[in-house]
């Protein structure tokens, strides 16, 4: 009987050599055990049951492992394949990693890398899983502060011009207020609209395009004007 | 046209930007301010109580596979570890050894620290369960285990290393007369048959070095030459492993095992379950609510009248299943009696002689189906919804306006003198609804049978229904519809609660009012239907009463429809009704309408069949919520003209898995207009694996599953739009018949982590962006904008269309999207969501083994203030701003005049 089972598998071997992994799977197959150890943050202030039964090993295949008194874990009954470990916790972040084990049981450990599968970075098993550190779940409430407020771009668009508009007048010596004017831009006469049409539609080109060019200084001078007054 | 589309586009884009703004999250201080989580554990069906550490505690294995140890003072959850899903991790023997407990489940055998929840060891053992295995009986000795495996024709005895978990000795003991119909079952040391073809006993001593079985005829132990086909069961008496209580049809046995022999204790006809403690025998009857604990002693056969009990349980409790008895030492000497009860409800009960001290409900370990019920608004705004008179001429509105308005306030009035003369908390059952609809009722019906209305604010119980006939329908479904919502006063809601009879498999339907928990009709609203329900389904279209009619189809294809008067409806409206079924396992998907029904006779005919096969076979058909809206009709591109989605009420997706002729894993989704039965569109993955989680809604369908080639979580989002132009523009028919497929985008990303269960947010008016709700495997449930999961996100660059995020085919998990975020739930079976009046909010249940419950911003709260908003900083800004225009006016009055006078 079993001799004749022995035949019926090699043939399977010689017709359909790659199946054989999956064939295996409800019959006696192979498994392998992963080791390890969590590292337990020093700053981790819960209770040893809490922190026990709140943290567990999982892979990707649902193969579980829990952790012994020391941090030391075993996920034990895992067939040959790629799966990522996984430490899950609830207050702090580890690093998952992937674990080959090929079908004669050989196993590999290397960070997990989901867009290049074939990158290898080697990382040791026993596996050491270490914290990267808390969990940050909450955002921080933002807090009044002065020099925030001041910084706003707003604040500063608002503020800054009206300090321009109450400090400069004030300037009480005469010189500086003299050069002021001074330094205000000679008067243009102002463009009419109509004359800009006319320009526009009736006038030849070479005329346009000097008109058009002018324009934008002609009108920002007016404005400035309003202001002023 | 274009101007009705404007507006809402430009709040898109208003909505956008308030997405891009990077915190959508919770702060620490919101922590339980709109949450709520309850921790359950599952049926209990091994216990130990813990003496050894102090709070004592009871450790409990249970069948979702959960070893917890629970408190003896208050049943809170001490700890819990969540072993392996299925068969592997169904805990099978449970041990206690002073601070240590042992459990046996498939492979593993684990030892724990019962204080510190710790893994102390762990053996696997090398022992390949055989095929076709029917029963497994374990003796854990000091430091062996004997495994006895019952097959068809044999029993395998294995001894096993309890260190090592290494076979030491291996014996067949072949037994003919061994097929599916035999009962067996282990106690203590032996594994102990009935065949009833035989009318004998078989006993089978496990440790004996060559175990061979001796039988014994049933008449030895007092059950007479019982019926055929009567029920046989066999109980373990917890508490005396070397007891077994034999139940044959009425008959009832307590046996005491001897080595290979077996001899009758006592009669205990009548009682339900029993269980020893201290040489004591407990045997508990039931009648109605009142459970009465019964003391025998075990040696001399006298009763031990002041060591029993009676107590009532609450009502809705189911009949008892299991007991667990244990003596205590109190403080001065005597003794104290627990008994831990479980019922057919679920519900766990700790009981001592006072009367129950705690009681847990398990049944919500199981939540099978969840929906979410308006309450019924205050007295005072009910008068709005009397009708207005048959002929609204003006004189007659205005009393009627007038009438309401004095009734309200009168209202307001006896309300405010009720709050200030009373100080009794309002009682639980009267709940009403708030002003922005925030609260509900959430109705959970359970695979226990039991079905209860939950307050979202609280998470307390406020009613509750158990119909003990009531199962889930295959595939563990029960089906909740709401029939008429509390929006028709003054008649009442009503749910409905579709499954099948624990016994028959028949139909049972369970009408209720959701707000009261009453039943509707006779017999508390149960209904045995005479017919199997294959499908059903609720119309869209309300009765004169509004009430919508569930339309059920039985396994002749024969249509029936409740409540009975709800035909006319379905003749009305039996041009636009469609049907479609797929049969577990089939390979074809089918399409009925009704339109050939005539009064009294309601038919199905078949209009379409689409076989989907493909080389595998149906695992799942997806459809979109009936009442779903959809704001926004297309998106802008980059060049400012639009792209019309194509919103098809009708579509479904529909997935089919198998193999290819690689013999490679393959997924084929197929979106099916279940009208029409024209596929629109299939996408096809090849080398993939389950679980697949399917989210569908308004054009778009997000899909997850395992990419067994790079070995990674992947989920894929297809969009479908009809194009530049629009068909029609105001209806969709998926009969019209288009010239031109829709488009369909499509795109896939990675995720680091799998899925548990996903599903979507849902809003009243649909403005607010869809966020995808994923309960991942670590045990947490991430929020993802669907603008992450966008299949235009642009994977080179050129024109980019405004909010697309360049393509990144890793997606990032922050821990701020965590919605339960230090909360770890396991075994997420489905998540729930249900529209606010709000817009900008939306509640959420995850269910499993767990309940969590939140309230959700999606776009942030853009219709309300922010609950940090500084009423009084923009108060004292808006007083400061008018003191300071004031005193400015004044002095440049005051300037304007000096200089007039210069």
């Not at chain 2, 884009?13 to 599952?42: A, C, M, N, R, T």
């Not at chain 2, 022999?261 to 029993?274: A, E, F, I, K, N």
């Not at chain 2, 024969?558 to 009975?564: D, E, G, Q, R, T």
């Amino acid at each position: 009987m079993l001799l004749r089972l022995v035949v019926i598998l090699c043939a399977c071997v010689v017709v359909y050599g790659d199946l054989m992994l999956e064939d295996e799977g409800n019959g006696a197959v192979d498994t392998y055990k992963i080791e390890g150890r969590v590292v337990r943050p020093d700053s981790s202030l819960q209770s040893p049951a809490e922190w026990f039964a709140s943290t567990k090993i999982f892979t990707n295949g649902g193969h579980l492992g829990f952790l012994k008194e020391d941090g030391s874990f075993v996920i034990n009954n895992v067939p040959s394949g790629s799966y990522v470990v996984q430490v899950m916790n609830p207050t702090f972040v580890y690093e998952p990693v992937r674990v080959d084990i090929n079908s004669k049981g050989k196993i590999r450990a290397r960070a997990v890398n989901h867009i290049q599968p074939s990158n290898v970075v080697q990382m040791p098993h026993p596996l050491r899983m270490k914290s990267l550190g808390p969990y940050r779940y909450f955002l921080q409430r933002e807090q009044w502060r002065l020099t925030d407020t001041l910084m706003n771009p707003m604040v500063l668009m608002t503020v800054l011009p009206l300090v321009l508009m109450m400090v400069l007048p004030r300037l009480s010596d005469p010189e500086t207020r003299k050069e002021m004017e001074q330094i205000q831009m000679p008067k243009v006469d102002t463009p009419e609209l109509s004359e800009i049409i006319t320009a526009i539609f009736g006038g030849g080109s070479g005329g346009n395009a000097q008109c058009q060019a002018n324009q934008p200084k002609m009108r920002s001078r007016p404005n400035r004007r309003k202001d002023k007054s | 046209m274009a101007a009705g589309l404007k507006a809402p586009l430009s709040l898109l884009l208003l909505l956008f930007l308030s997405h891009i703004s990077p915190s959508v999250g919770l702060y620490e201080d919101q922590i339980g301010k709109f949450d709520w989580v309850q921790q359950y554990v599952g049926i209990v069906t091994h216990s130990v109580f813990d003496e050894s550490t102090v709070p004592r505690r009871i450790v409990v294995a249970t069948s979702e596979n959960v070893l917890a140890a629970l408190a003896t003072k208050n049943g809170d959850i001490v700890w819990r570890q969540v072993l392996e899903s299925g068969e592997n991790g169904r805990v099978e023997a449970l041990v206690g050894e002073g601070q240590r407990v042992t459990s046996v489940a498939g492979r593993m055998v684990r030892t724990w620290d019962t204080l510190t929840a710790a893994l102390v060891h762990e053996t696997y053992l090398t022992h390949t369960p055989h095929p076709g295995l029917l029963e497994r009986a374990v003796v854990v000795g000091e430091s062996e285990l004997v495994l006895g495996e019952v097959v068809a024709g044999s029993v395998v005895v294995t001894t096993l290393d309890r260190v090592s978990g290494s076979p030491l000795d291996h014996t067949n003991v072949v037994a003919p007369w061994i097929s599916t119909d035999t009962k067996c079952g282990s106690a203590g040391k032996s594994l102990v048959c009935v065949e009833l073809s035989l009318s004998l006993i078989f006993v089978l001593l496990l440790t004996a070095p060559s175990p061979e079985f001796v039988s014994q005829p049933l008449a030895s132990v007092g059950l007479e030459a019982p019926e055929p086909g009567s029920q046989v069961l066999l109980q373990n008496v917890p508490g005396a492993p070397d007891h077994l209580i034999i139940q044959v049809g009425p008959g009832r046995r307590l046996v005491h095992l001897d080595g290979n022999s077996l001899h009758l204790v006592r009669d205990l006809g009548g009682s339900q379950t029993s269980a020893v403690a201290g040489g004591v025998l407990y045997s508990l009857t039931q009648v109605a609510h009142v459970v009465t604990l019964g003391a025998v002693d075990l040696e001399t056969g006298a009763e031990v009248g002041e060591q029993g009990l009676v107590v009532e349980l609450p009502t809705h409790t189911g009949q008892a299943i299991s007991l667990y008895v244990h003596h205590y030492q109190t403080s001065d000497g005597g003794s104290a009696l627990r008994a831990l009860l479980t019922c057919s409800d679920h519900s766990l009960h700790l009981l001592s002689s006072a009367g129950v001290v705690w009681w847990r409900e398990e049944a919500m370990a199981r939540v099978v189906s969840v929906e979410g019920v308006d309450l019924p608004v205050d007295g005072a705004n009910i008068n709005f919804q009397d009708p207005l008179p048959a002929s609204p001429d003006w004189v007659s509105s205005l009393v009627h306006r007038v009438r309401t308005q004095v009734s309200q306030v009168s209202h307001w009035v006896s309300l405010v003198m009720e709050r200030s003369d009373s100080t009794f908390p309002a009682p639980l059952h009267t709940l009403y609804r708030d002003q922005l609809n925030l609260r509900k009722l959430l109705v959970l019906a359970t695979a226990s049978g039991k079905i209860m209305g939950v307050d979202s604010w609280t998470g307390e119980v406020v009613w509750r229904i158990y119909v003990s006939e009531l199962t889930p329908l295959e595939g563990d479904k029960l089906l909740l519809y709401t029939q008429r919502t509390s929006a028709h006063f003054p008649h009442q809601p009503q749910c409905v609660v579709v499954g099948k009879h624990r016994e028959t498999g028949e139909g049972v339907l369970v009408a209720f009012n959701p707000n009261t928990g009453e039943g509707v009709g006779d017999r508390g609203g149960v209904m045995t239907l005479g017919y199997t329900i294959i499908q059903a389904l609720l119309l869209h279209h309300p009765d004169h009463q509004y009430l919508k009619p569930v339309v059920l189809v039985d396994d002749t294809m024969k249509l029936h429809v409740f409540p009975a008067g709800g035909e006319s409806v379905v003749l009305q409206h039996k041009d636009s009704i469609f049907v479609h079924l797929a049969r577990p396992g089939s390979t074809h998907l089918t399409g009925y309408t009704l339109r050939f029904s005539t009064p009294g006779n309601l038919v199905l005919r078949e209009v379409w069949r689409v076989c989907v096969g493909g080389g595998g076979i149906v695992t799942g058909v997806y459809g979109k919520l009936a009442w779903e809206k959809v704001h926004s009709p297309g998106r802008v591109l980059a060049d400012r003209s639009v792209l019309y989605k194509y919103v098809n009420p009708n579509l479904a997706v529909v997935t089919t898995q198998g193999y290819d002729h690689l013999n490679k894993n393959t997924l084929t989704l197929y979106l099916v207009d279940t009208v029409s039965g024209a596929v629109i569109e299939s996408v096809n993955h090849k080398k993939v694996s389950g679980p697949i989680h399917v989210v569908h809604s308004e054009n778009w369908v997000v899909y997850t599953f395992f990419n067994d080639k790079y070995r990674r979580f992947e989920v894929t989002s297809l969009e479908l739009f009809e194009g530049l132009s629009q068909a029609n523009a105001t209806a969709f028919s998926s009969l019209g018949g288009r010239a031109t497929p829709p488009i369909m985008e499509r795109q896939a990303y990675i995720l680091p982590v799998g899925i548990q269960a996903a599903t979507h947010t849902t809003t009243e008016k649909g403005i607010t962006t869809k966020f995808i709700l994923f309960a991942l495997q670590t045990g947490n449930v991430m929020q993802m904008s669907k603008w992450l999961l966008d299949p235009r996100r642009p994977v080179t660059g050129g024109p980019r269309e405004e909010g697309l995020l360049p393509y990144i085919p890793e997606l990032r998990l922050s821990p701020h999207d965590m919605i339960t975020y230090n909360h770890t739930l396991p075994r997420v079976s489905s998540i729930f969501t249900a529209p606010t009046g709000l817009e900008s909010a939306c509640v959420v249940l995850v269910y499993g083994l767990d309940l969590f419950y939140t309230r959700m911003f999606p776009s942030k709260m853009f219709d309300v203030l922010k609950d940090d908003f500084d009423h009084y900083l923009i108060g004292g800004v808006v007083l400061a701003l008018m003191a300071a225009a004031l005193t400015t006016r004044k002095l440049a009055q005051r300037k304007a005049l000096k200089q007039a006078w210069k």
